[in-house]
């Protein structure tokens, strides 16, 4: 996994967070993939109410247990978790699965669905009992807090899921053209194309991420691996292949498309053009 630690510390994601903030008077938060929280968000960027029940010792603590709760079943899940916190305001964590990994989320909230009555009030009230509020301080507190309707929720969440992969890519992508830098490109187009074997590649894709111009990187491809990129890939799908051939519950079909092969067809072809027999003649004898 990438050192997405410290993504919090990207201007990147420092300068999505103020947008953020500027367009919905909400915060914007990065979890970290250790847990850690408010590594955006400072209490300037907080709602008055939420910013009073951190700065008490036992509200820190409520907040604390229940921060961890939730990004432990974000992590579990790999779904948006929204709840309700012991405040009244809705939160949101929406985890950022990349390549089946989870490597942090996106957290917003401190806002409410609805105005808050006061039934509500005097529930939420004795919720945070431990706090010594003045009169309508607490009133007060509502009257400047957002209200998202339900349809305006589900556009939050969508728009933070959309964010959070484009962050993590974008965060991946400087990695690698960083190692390039420190590297051989060739090299590096070989562990792509390992890594990526199962996604629909092209040969365009692959010089575009190394830097390279397509007619430049397929000579020097060539000259240093004895193939092209094509040839190098199906042949590295097909050495997959036959290690796959070895599950005996595994058909054909499902080992084609989990190899990267767009049809049956072209597996066939390419397993008999690199091994010299079919498919089914090597799971037959395997």
């Not at 498309?257 to 004898?285: D, E, L, V, W």
């Amino acid at each position: 996994m990438q050192d997405f630690n410290k993504l919090y510390e990207k201007t990147l994601l420092r300068n999505y967070h103020e947008a953020f903030f500027k367009l919905f008077r909400i915060p914007l938060d990065w979890i970290a993939p250790d847990n850690r929280t408010f590594t955006l968000c400072g209490s300037s960027h907080c709602n008055g109410l939420c910013a009073k029940i951190m700065a008490d010792a036992e509200g820190a603590e409520k907040c604390r247990l229940l921060a961890i709760k939730r990004i432990a079943e974000a992590k579990s899940t790999g779904k948006p978790v929204i709840n309700r916190c012991h405040a009244g305001f809705i939160d949101v964590v929406i985890p950022i699965i990349v390549d089946g990994e989870y490597q942090g989320g996106l957290s917003i909230g401190q806002f409410t669905d609805h105005q808050v009555d006061s039934e509500e009030l005097e529930k939420i009230r004795k919720q945070l009992d431990f706090m010594n509020f003045a009169p309508d301080e607490l009133e007060n507190y509502f009257r400047n807090t957002h209200i998202f309707t339900p349809t305006e929720m589900e556009g939050l969440i969508e728009l933070m899921g959309t964010l959070g992969e484009y962050i993590c890519q974008s965060h991946a992508r400087l990695q690698f053209m960083e190692s390039i830098s420190r590297t051989d490109p060739i090299r590096a187009a070989e562990e792509y194309i390992q890594r990526y074997f199962v996604k629909k590649l092209s040969v365009d894709v692959i010089a575009r991420y190394v830097g390279m111009s397509k007619s430049h990187f397929i000579r020097k491809f060539t000259e240093q691996t004895g193939s092209s990129p094509i040839a190098y890939l199906n042949n590295y799908r097909i050495v997959q292949a036959q290690e796959m051939l070895k599950n005996k519950t595994l058909s054909i079909p499902e080992i084609a498309i989990a190899c990267g092969f767009s049809s049956i067809s072209h597996f066939n072809r390419q397993f008999r053009k690199y091994t010299g027999m079919s498919p089914g003649t090597m799971k037959r004898n395997g």
